[in-house]
């Protein structure tokens, strides 16, 4: 497939005077799977972020990606930063230009001896999601939108320890390198039980097997392709549910000084923001 192409977004000057960078600007959506604003986003504009560290000669660019840019594994033998990709099977065009920013940025490194670390958290909970992102899985559960839970399951992490690691890449860790930054290994229906007690509702009951979560994906897709607008779902994030997204993160531990707070301090946290926001 023929990724389209962009303009350099106008960043030329904006370096200017600073000594490094944290490039954590990115667009995450997944519903279409398929969108061209992503590759403008997520692919040109680290481009032009890349072109204007260059410029400015900075000591250290620090680059957020996301973990699922690499293999992911089972519980017992987890994914980590040396797993090849493995979301191509998807069709989702947020985890392929992720992926074509991370390579976008090694090569730069490789070729310019661009002086950047990447760092690639999990699934974020906490505090001030504003939009919200992933906080809006809470949200569902909390007001009784989500009746069961899919086979798979994915790592946590509280958005806290990764803003702790993202700073500390910017003196620590090894120029060129990934570090994932995650915390938990939770099944589906762990993790949304686990939400579920801590906001004090019923956790969602019903075990769904893959087939029916891919066919309600794919009816959704199908919804999608009718009508022109996006469904609640669509074929790719059933198919990403099914699968079990779990990683090891020991190297951002030990290299970035990765904090490890309790997945259940981040719900906490999470739920606490949400009510004093007034967004239940």
Known sequence: MLKPTWPSLPLAGAATGCGAIIHAAALASVNPARNPALWAVNVEGTRA????????????????GTA??????????????????????????????????????????????????????????????AKPTSG????????????????????????????????????????????????????????FALMADLMSVPAPRWPLPAGL????????????????????LNAAMTAVANDGHYFAVEKARRELGLPQTPIAEAITDAFAWFRAQQYI
Do not use: W
């Open 213 to 232: 979560a891919q066919l309600y994906g794919e009816l959704c897709s199908l919804q999608t392709r009718l009508t022109g607008r996006p469904g609640r």
């Open 136 to 191: 809006a899985l809470l949200l569902e559960i909390y007001r009784g939108k989500v009746p069961g839970y899919p086979p798979g399951g994915k790592n946590y992490v509280h958005v806290r320890d990764v803003a702790h690691a993202t700073v500390n890449a910017l003196n620590l860790g090894r120029v060129g390198e990934s570090y994932i930054l995650g915390n938990e290994n939770l099944s589906y229906h762990e993790a």
């Open 68 to 129: 699922n840019v690499f293999g992911f594994g089972t519980r017992e033998n987890p994914g980590d930063e040396t797993r090849p990709y493995a979301g191509a099977r998807y069709g989702l065009d947020y985890m392929d230009s992720k992926r074509a920013a991370t390579n976008l940025v090694l090569q730069t490194v490789a070729d310019e001896q661009l002086p950047a670390v990447l760092v690639h958290p999990t699934f974020m909970l906490g505090p001030d999601d």
């Open 49 to 64: 972020v890349l072109a204007e560290a260059r410029r400015a000669g900075v000591r250290r660019l620090v680059y957020v």
